[in-house]
C-alpha cells in the first residue's frame, strides 16, 4: 500500500506512517474545500513516478527526493502492456516490472 504523509492546513503534526496513528483507522471525508483525514484538512502535493520508466535501485533515490521537495503523495498507475504477454497470456512482474515492491519502499517499507 502505497504510503500517504500527510500535512494538516493547520501545521499541527506530520502523519508519515500509518504506524504513528496508533493503528487505528483513519475517517477520510471531504467538503467543499478539501479532503479531511480525522476532521482535520489536508493538502495532498502529489507527484508521478512511473515504475517501469526507471530501475528498482533507483525507487529509494526516487522516493527520498520527492519528500525532499516537498511532495506528500505519490501517484502512479499499473501498466498492464508492461506486464502482460498477450500471446501466452502469462504475467511478469522481475525487475523493473515489480510493482509490489514499488509499493513498498513508496509506503516506507524499504
Known amino acids: 500500500m502505497l504510503r500517504l504523509v500527510l500535512l494538516t492546513a493547520t501545521a499541527s503534526a506530520v502523519v508519515r506512517r ?3 496513528l496508533g493503528g487505528r ?3 477520510m ?3 467543499a474545500r478539501s479532503l479531511r483525514i480525522d476532521g482535520e484538512r489536508v493538502l495532498l502535493l502529489s507527484g508521478s513516478i512511473h ?5 528498482p535501485a533507483m525507487w529509494p533515490q526516487l522516493f527520498a527526493e520527492a519528500r525532499a521537495n516537498g511532495l506528500n503523495a505519490i501517484e502512479s498507475y499499473v501498466f498492464w502492456n508492461v506486464h502482460s504477454d498477450a500471446r501466452d ?3 511478469d512482474y522481475a525487475g523493473f ?3 509490489s515492491e514499488f509499493l513498498r519502499l513508496g509506503g516506507g517499507g524499504g
Open 25 to 27: 483507522p483513519f475517517q
Open 51 to 55: 515504475y517501469p520508466r526507471s530501475t
Open 18 to 20: 500509518y504506524s504513528e
Open 89 to 91: 497470456g502469462q504475467y
Open 29 to 31: 471525508s471531504r467538503d
Open 97 to 99: 516490472k515489480n510493482v
